[in-house]
């Protein structure tokens, strides 16, 4: 039986990546020894932020 293609679904998946990822990305920034470090994570944060706000967007009704 085959599935029907559902892109909701699919959004919902990278959602929930994007979510992890930024839960990582918070952890790893928190144990970062120096500022240029804590800098790189910082700006990877907000790029997951603002790609979880386009999702959400995209996912409400």
């Not at 892109?7 to 979510?19: G, N, T």
């Not at 990305?25 to 240029?36: D, E, F, P, T």
């Amino acid at each position: 039986m085959s599935e029907v293609y559902n892109p909701e679904s699919e959004a919902f998946k990278e959602l929930e990546s994007l979510e992890i990822e930024a839960r990582e990305l918070a952890r790893k920034r928190g144990a970062a020894k120096s500022s240029a470090e804590k800098k790189v994570l910082e700006r990877q944060l907000e790029e997951a932020h603002k790609r979880i706000e386009v999702l959400k967007r995209k996912l409400k009704p």
